[in-house]
Antibody, heavy 115, light 109 residues
Framework: QVQLVQSGAEVKKPGSSVKVSCKAS????????VNWVRQAPGQGLEWLGRVIPILGMTNYAQMLQGRLSITADRSTSTAYMELSSLTSNDTAVYYC????????WGQGTLVTVSS | QSALTQPRSVSGSPGQSVTISCTATSNDFGGYNFFSWYQQDPGKAPKLIIYDVTKRPSGVPDRFSGSKSGNMASLTISGLQSEDEADYYCCSYAGGYRVFGGGTRLTVL
């Protein structure tokens, strides 16, 4: 039974960057889509983007274009989400989810942006 | 404002049926059969309960069903149980992009 294990909580200063990892345990990410979704405190789900590791293909939500980078390391079955120029509006729980329709989700990583 | 519109809240009594709607404001996300639904308990990751409009992943009770008419998808929960109280999100896909609805809080009275 595959599980997605994400890296731990982060506290970042405004203007800095954060990189969150998502490792598949007991399975692979290679032939699947890996989506990244975030949820701000008390708010709904927001799709950020996706990567298809075997194709090296990425898509990003328009509002994050230029600040977001999603990559995958096929050799370690690990996906990464890096978000730059952080503001307080980026404070959220960040989830990875394996697709094509996001079905298997990581446990979430809380990213707090605060001065 | 999301491209998918859901009611903010719905409620029902145990044993009743409730339906949550999800209306796509653009044909991009409403014109295909790629609607999915997620159930989320507080502090937990979302759980996929319906995909491709009508399909249920293994382990999801058949009390949960999905449908679509035009640009609107619907999630129906029949035989409502107390453990169904949660937030529900619709999701659609088009051309490599996904979008979530704003979410609906289901209260079991």
């Amino acid at each position: 039974q595959v599980q997605l294990v994400q890296s731990g909580a982060e506290v970042k200063k405004p203007g800095s960057s954060v990189k969150v990892s998502c490792k598949a345990s007991g399975g692979t990410l290679d032939t699947y889509t890996v989506n990244w979704v975030r949820q701000a405190p008390g708010q709904g789900l927001e799709w950020l983007g996706r990567v298809i590791p075997i194709l090296g293909m990425t898509n990003y939500a328009q509002m994050l274009q230029g600040r977001l980078s999603i990559t995958a390391d096929r050799s370690t079955s690990t996906a990464y989400m890096e978000l730059s120029s952080l503001t307080s509006n980026d404070t959220a729980v960040y989830y990875c989810a394996r697709g094509p329709t996001p079905e298997i989700w990581g446990q979430g990583t809380l990213v707090t942006v605060s001065s | 404002q999301s491209a998918l519109t859901q009611p903010r809240s719905v409620s029902g009594s145990p044993g009743q049926s409730v339906t949550i709607s999800c209306t796509a404001t653009s044909n991009d996300f409403g014109g295909y059969n790629f609607f999915s639904w997620y159930q989320q308990d507080p502090g937990k990751a979302p759980k996929l309960i319906i995909y491709d409009v009508t399909k249920r992943p293994s382990g999801v009770p058949d009390r949960f069903s999905g449908s679509k008419s035009g640009n609107m998808a619907s999630l129906t929960i029949s035989g409502l149980q107390s453990e169904d109280e949660a937030d529900y999100y619709c999701c659609s896909y088009a051309g490599g992009y996904r979008v979530f609805g704003g979410g609906t809080r289901l209260t079991v009275l």
